[in-house]
């Protein structure tokens, strides 16, 4: 069974830091692209940030770059995304989602993804 579990959400000040995980198991890891996307009450769902498993290649959504870090682990199936330098703009509900061979690569569209986890709430005050 696929399974994707995002954690490490919360309340946190603007200006603070978050690091979500999302832990994956049920298929091949290497064979995936792994993004990040967020949604926030009454907006559509937007990509944040997605790493290859296969090369660690990396790519960011322009509101978040140099403030956020995608990273995987491949040894534990499980990517990790670092945000620092919170804004209330990002508050949203995070969600991890796998893309097999990729094939959404560049695009940031949730389109391409194939499983998704249930999301973890990250809410951040000014």
């Known amino acids: 069974e696929v399974q994707l579990v995002e954690s490490g959400g919360g309340l946190v000040q603007a200006g603070g830091s978050l690091r979500l995980s999302c832990a994956a198991s049920?298929?091949?890891?290497?064979?995936?692209?792994i993004g990040w996307f967020r949604q926030a009450p009454g907006k559509e769902r937007e990509g944040v940030s997605c790493?290859?498993?296969?090369?660690?290649?990396?790519d960011y959504a322009d509101s978040v770059k140099g403030r956020f870090t995608i990273s995987s682990d491949n040894a534990k199936n499980t990517v990790y995304l670092q945000m620092n330098s919170l804004k209330p703009e990002d508050t949203a509900v995070y969600y991890c989602?796998?893309?097999?061979?990729?094939?959404?690569?560049?695009?940031?569209?949730?389109?391409?993804?194939?499983?998704w986890g249930q999301g973890t709430q990250v809410t951040v005050s000014s």
């Open positions: 989602a796998a893309d097999y061979g990729a094939t959404g690569w560049g695009t940031l569209s949730s389109i391409y993804y194939d499983y």
């Open positions: 790493i290859s498993s296969s090369d660690g290649s990396t």
């Open positions: 049920g298929f091949t890891f290497d064979d995936y692209a």
